[in-house]
């Protein structure tokens, strides 16, 4: 990469989008979509209405489905009236003939005048199944969500299936619409893990998380990124699901008790206990399939305390370890370090890093022969840069990477002439999305990527440890909690990253040690020389757990606790 500035391609006029919406009542998180590309500089030219009013709010279907939804709608479904927001937006109301059961097709003459309004693309929010011009009316076309991954669900109602057959994760896909038999081109997908406990939750976890995607895109039209989005369509077939019957929605309702009535006990009587372990492998070993792998676990804590997020350096002929000293009784992390001997049991632990805050992810950078150590602190809304004048047990503060971020698992590393951070925002979804900041040095100015958030996926996105490179290729660990918070680890191989630019995919997937003493979990996997620093987790009864559990125990979707949780199914 060149050590010239950050390539710039501004638009030559700002984008111009409209809306396909039934009336200026929409659901909340459409409304939200609509804010987010307008704050981020999207032009609403146009809202195209329907010139008969062609859907009530009701949803057909069996009798207790249809009970159920009226009487637990979520928040992202509720109304919100647009007539403020769409004052002076020039409409016009448009005909769409029906075909078959669920198509509908614009006569010649309104798409002829939507087409005079030059818009980059129309935003669905109404209308229903789409064919014909009109997906074309736009330059880049008709922009439509689709909720639940596809194949198998797709339609009313949406996150309910995954719930019913207990999928880990619900997906959820905005495409460029190529018609009601094909799959249309995909310019943003992501997955969230299924809240089976509760449709409500799903719901909203899901609609809530996608709001930013047509921003996003936008984002790419004004980088000249629009290879992808005028590319061929998916030939992946559009199939409806079934509406749920009676029978069904008793077997829904009956399964979604469980998982709560389940996910209640557990939060309550089995709480987490981490404890670090030494690979004697460098880390690119666990690219490969595990096999046999020779783990010294570092001795565990007592009850209502637990080790976890270790990071290492050698200096000066010795491996000290960082990671977070967690009590449950304070709800509070410090940073603690021990030397790793080469013979056995580590020496006595001490405090390295205690702060005001609770701390953890203790990621620690060699520069210029200098030892920085970058804690999560997410509670102080900051990613602070520590030196260590003392190695390992005094620090200083040097300053303040990046300020108003409830930052969880900053990972600093440097690549291809730059330096990157990523981290997943507490504010925003405490294991995803991933976001992306970078700059020419350590200490910055930071600079965030423009595609943030860049990457939607409970799988594969949150970070786990250290990124390395193996022949030539950039490798980073990210934790997959689809199943549970810290359920495994996700090798990702990266394959495009730049200021404007960035695609990974899975390379290896890293479970946890199921005949070791710690085998319910792992979430971090960070590189020391030749070994590799884990941890692991236990699920066990901890009564000294129960009131940190309580007090952080989240009332409603979108509320976060700490970076650990004890109890999380």
Not at 235 to 248: D, E, F, G, L
Not at 501 to 509: R, V
Not at 510 to 533: K, M, N, R, Y
């Amino acid at each position: 990469m060149s050590e010239g500035p950050v390539p710039r391609s501004p638009p030559l006029r700002p984008v111009r989008f409209g809306v396909l919406c039934d009336g200026p009542k929409i659901p909340t998180w459409q409304a939200r979509c609509i804010e987010e590309l307008r704050a981020g500089g999207a032009n609403l030219a146009l809202i195209v209405f329907p010139a008969e009013r062609s859907f009530d709010g009701s949803h057909p279907g069996s009798l207790l489905f249809r009970a159920y939804v009226a009487s637990h709608r979520p928040a992202a479904l509720r109304p919100a009236d647009m007539a403020a927001a769409f004052r002076g937006v020039p409409s016009m109301r448009c005909r769409a003939t029906t075909q078959g059961a669920f198509t509908g097709r614009f006569d010649e003459s309104d798409v002829r005048r939507i087409r005079a309004y030059e818009l980059d693309f129309l935003l669905q929010c109404g209308f229903g199944v789409l064919d014909g011009e009109i997906l074309d009316a736009a330059r880049y076309g008709v922009w439509s969500f689709q909720h639940d991954d596809e194949p198998p669900y797709r339609g009313i109602p949406a996150c309910l299936w995954p719930i019913y057959n207990g999928d880990a994760v619900t997906g959820a896909v905005l495409r460029r619409v190529a018609g009601p038999v094909g799959g249309g081109i995909a310019l943003r997908n992501g997955y969230f893990r299924t809240a089976l406990h509760s449709l409500r939750e799903n719901v909203d976890g899901v609609h809530f998380g996608i709001t930013a995607w047509p921003a996003n895109v936008c984002q790419d039209l004004r980088l000249g990124q629009t290879v992808y989005l005028e590319g061929p369509s998916s030939a992946t077939p559009v199939t409806r699901s079934p509406i749920p019957s009676n029978r069904q929605m008793i077997r829904f309702l009956g399964r979604q008790t469980r998982h709560a009535i389940r996910r209640a006990a557990r939060g309550l009587l089995r709480h987490e206990a981490w404890c670090i372990g030494i690979a004697e492998e460098p880390i690119e070993s666990f690219l490969q399939a595990r096999g046999e792998k020779r783990i010294r676990w570092l001795d565990p804590p007592e009850r209502g305390r637990f080790i976890a997020d270790p990071f290492g350096a050698q200096v000066d002929g010795a491996t000290h370890i960082l990671y977070e000293d967690f009590r449950y009784a304070t709800s509070k992390g410090v940073i603690a370090t021990v030397e790793a001997t080469a013979t056995g049991t580590p020496r006595t632990p001490k405090i390295a890093i205690e702060l005001p805050v609770h701390a953890s992810y203790p990621y620690l950078v060699l520069d210029r022969g200098e030892v920085y150590c970058i804690p999560e602190t997410n509670e102080a809304r900051e990613i602070g840069l520590y030196r260590a004048i003392d190695f390992p047990t005094r620090w200083e503060k040097l300053g303040t990477l990046i300020s108003g971020v409830a930052a969880l698992d900053p990972t600093v590393f440097r690549y291809d002439g730059r330096w990157w951070l990523a981290c997943t925002r507490r504010d925003v979804g405490e294991n995803m999305p991933l976001f992306v900041w970078h700059a020419r040095s350590l200490e910055g100015p930071w600079e965030p990527h423009a595609l943030n958030p860049v990457k939607a996926d409970i799988r594969s996105s949150r970070p786990a440890g250290t990124p390395f490179v193996h022949r030539d290729t950039l490798y980073r660990p990210a934790q997959d909690s689809s199943r549970m918070y810290g359920g495994g680890i996700v090798i990702n191989r990266v394959l495009r990253l730049t200021p404007t630019e960035f695609k990974e995919e899975p390379a290896a997937a890293v479970e946890p040690f199921s005949e070791g003493p710690f085998p319910d979990g792992i979430h971090t996997l960070s590189a020391v020389g030749e070994i590799t620093l884990i941890d692991s987790k236990r699920h066990r009864f901890d009564p000294s757990a129960i009131p940190y559990v309580i007090r952080n125990r989240p009332v409603a979707a979108g509320d976060r606790a700490k970076s650990h949780r004890a109890g999380d199914e």
